[in-house]
């Protein structure tokens, strides 16, 4: 593009991006310099639209940026600036309250990023890598107990399971004095393996029950199922969903992002989300088709990974919103929660 198609280009886009509505000549010949005819603008659009840039949704002269010429914009001209001072101290105040251990942080994190994008949040929490401080089983009726998690940075989290049957309550509190006994101190991730051992080395002390209920309840937290029982993987909190429902233009776009949301809630393509976040440093954007997870939404993600005291991506923040976002400020936005993140997580984590 020329310098004059490249000004034409830059100002449709952002007109599109703070109306949401198509452009046409007249409306950017008024913000144009003078000397710059509507006709011409025309013959301008005309070729943009021949690059793929733009589309016409509608009969109408009005034309709007389509996926590629979006991914220009952000990639080329958008001009990112930095976070405003209100919303500098905004997301300082919220996120460093000092309630809640690691999992209050992303907690405040996933609200914070939804409130002042007015946009979806996703937020994935790091790996549980804390040693495990304490465990304990609670029944919840005939079929269905509680495992309940304690690390050494403050997370607890709660997990539902189908126990073996014919537990009584002496053979649970059984179970988690075991547990507690030789688990303290140790990650997650080595608990399979000191578990078998040890109830094969000390299967004396345990009745056939509660070694069942061991068996369950350790399989449960530490199974590798993408789903809520993953052992503590990665979780997704997202927050901000009717935000994304109102941004829906019309009932095929609401089914759309009903269905994003729904493979969201169940963790449909995770793993492609966590690539993401950790192919690289900084602020990503994914618009439309670009990324699985969101196609078939036409959804944009502005994503930012966090990383721990050793510059370790540990997990990310993002946000999803209709495709014209105004990227130059949710972009600054996001980075800075995700650095900000990043470091009250370790600091919650070495305590």
Do not use: C
Request: charged share 25%.
């Amino acid at each position: 593009m020329n310098d004059r198609s490249r000004e034409v280009f830059r100002r449709l886009v952002e007109t599109y991006l703070a109306t949401g509505e198509p452009v046409g000549s007249r409306t950017l010949s008024r913000s144009l310099p003078e000397g710059v005819s509507p006709a011409t603008i025309r013959n301008v659009m005309q070729d943009l639209e021949l690059l793929g840039l733009l589309d016409s949704p509608h009969v109408s002269a009005g034309r709007v940026p389509t996926h590629l010429g979006l991914r220009l914009f952000v990639d080329g001209i958008l001009e990112v600036g930095d976070v405003s001072g209100p919303e500098r101290a905004e997301i300082e105040r919220t996120l460093a309250a000092r309630d809640g251990g690691v999992g209050g942080v992303l907690d405040r994190a996933s609200d914070l990023l939804s409130g002042l994008t007015h946009g979806a949040s996703l937020v994935l929490a790091p790996k549980t890598a804390a040693p495990i401080r304490h465990i304990e089983f609670v029944a919840l009726g005939p079929d269905r107990a509680l495992v309940v998690l304690v690390t050494a940075d403050g997370q607890v989290e709660n997990r539902v399971f189908t126990p073996p049957l014919g537990l009584t309550p002496s053979a649970m509190r059984t179970a988690a004095n075991f547990l507690n006994a030789i688990l303290q101190g140790r990650t997650l991730g080595e608990v399979r393996g000191v578990v078998a051992a040890e109830i094969e080395r000390r299967r004396a002390e345990l009745d056939a029950a509660s070694a069942r209920l061991i068996e369950a309840g350790v399989a449960h937290w530490t199974r590798d199922d993408g789903g809520e029982g993953d052992g503590g993987r990665d979780r997704l909190i997202v927050r901000g969903r009717a935000n994304l429902l109102e941004a829906s233009e019309d009932a095929a776009a609401l089914d759309r992002v009903r269905q994003l949301l729904d493979d969201l809630e169940r963790k449909r393509d995770l793993a492609q989300l966590l690539d993401l976040a950790e192919s690289g440093e900084g602020v990503r954007v994914f618009i439309g088709a670009e990324n699985k997870l969101f196609s078939l939404s036409g959804s944009a993600l502005v994503v930012a990974p966090y990383m721990d005291a050793d510059r370790r991506i540990i997990g990310a923040v993002g946000v999803i919103g209709p495709t014209r976002l105004n990227y130059a400020r949710i972009v600054p936005i996001v980075d800075y929660t995700a650095q900000l993140v990043g470091r009250l997580v370790s600091d919650r984590s070495k305590g």
